[in-house]
């Protein structure tokens, strides 16, 4: 892959790696603020998360507006935006 930047001490690759662990709420809580964290700053994730792209840009909104949501919440949005 040759774009592969590492943001939030976490890689681009391994966001999409894991990013299907995420939502399915998988990951520890370590790792779910270093894929938030990557993601919110990471415009290629973004375009390019394949069919997690629309997930990443929903995500990204969320946790661009104050105040942020709880995990839960955040769950049952993307629930609604899988389904
Ligand atoms: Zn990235």
Known sequence: MAHDREISG???TQILAVLSDYLAGEVSQ???VCIE???SECSWCEQFGGEFSAVVRQLRLRLAEPPPIGAAE????LDRILL
Do not use: S, Y
């Not at 955040?74 to 949005?77: G, Q």
């Open 10 to 12: 976490i890689r681009c």
């Open 30 to 32: 370590d790792t779910r």
């Open 37 to 39: 964290a990557h993601l």
């Open 74 to 77: 955040a769950e049952a949005v």
